[in-house]
């Protein structure tokens, strides 16, 4: 009988050990600006967002190294192929699941990118979520071409 209890209970334990996994963390990750080769066009934002242990919604991305930032979506229509943007008030972020924000799809654009991030090649954003948690997050900065910024490219500086 006790021997049953014994093997029962390390069964048991077992299961528990198995059925307990890392509880998702909410982050940002792999972010990088890159800059419009003219000034006053937007530059564009992309990086992944991972879902934490709830659902929760992305309100909003800044910097104050930019003068605007707005969040956007890319939809193809499947009928006539129109590729449309609009703007994205807050998206939501599942619980566990990673949302890109890439080229041709959604990403966030900054207008007036001063030239702090020029010089030193990263942008401070921060990335405001509906449970009020707030992730800061230094990007890489680079030029449409994938190349370190050019400070003297920059109106401001």
């Given at each position: 009988?006790?021997?049953?209890?014994?093997?029962s209970?390390?069964v048991?334990a077992?299961l528990?050990?198995?059925g307990?996994?890392?509880?998702?963390?909410?982050?940002?990750?792999?972010a990088?600006?890159?800059?419009?080769?003219?000034?006053?066009?937007?530059s564009?934002?992309?990086?992944?967002?991972?879902?934490g242990?709830?659902?929760?919604y992305?309100?909003r991305?800044?910097?104050?190294?930019?003068?605007?930032?707005?969040?956007?979506d890319?939809?193809?229509?499947?009928?006539?192929?129109?590729v449309?943007?609009?703007?994205?008030?807050?998206l939501?972020?599942?619980s566990?699941e990673?949302?890109?924000?890439?080229?041709g799809?959604?990403?966030?654009?900054m207008w007036?990118v001063n030239?702090?991030?020029?010089?030193?090649?990263?942008?401070?954003?921060?990335?405001?979520?509906?449970n009020?948690?707030?992730?800061?997050?230094k990007?890489?900065?680079?030029?449409?071409?994938?190349?370190?910024?050019?400070?003297?490219?920059?109106?401001?500086g």
């Amino acid at each position: 009988m006790n021997r049953r209890i014994c093997i029962s209970s390390a069964v048991a334990a077992a299961l528990l050990i198995v059925g307990c996994g890392p509880t998702p963390q909410l982050k940002v990750k792999e972010a990088v600006l890159t800059l419009s080769p003219v000034d006053s066009n937007p530059s564009a934002f992309h990086f992944n967002v991972y879902g934490g242990p709830e659902d929760v919604y992305l309100l909003r991305v800044s910097s104050p190294s930019a003068i605007r930032a707005e969040m956007h979506d890319v939809t193809v229509d499947a009928k006539t192929g129109a590729v449309t943007m609009a703007p994205l008030d807050r998206l939501l972020v599942p619980s566990g699941e990673k949302i890109a924000f890439k080229k041709g799809g959604k990403h966030v654009m900054m207008w007036g990118v001063n030239i702090i991030p020029r010089r030193l090649g990263i942008i401070e954003t921060e990335f405001l979520f509906s449970n009020n948690v707030r992730i800061l997050v230094k990007a890489r900065v680079q030029e449409i071409d994938g190349s370190d910024p050019d400070e003297k490219k920059a109106i401001d500086g």
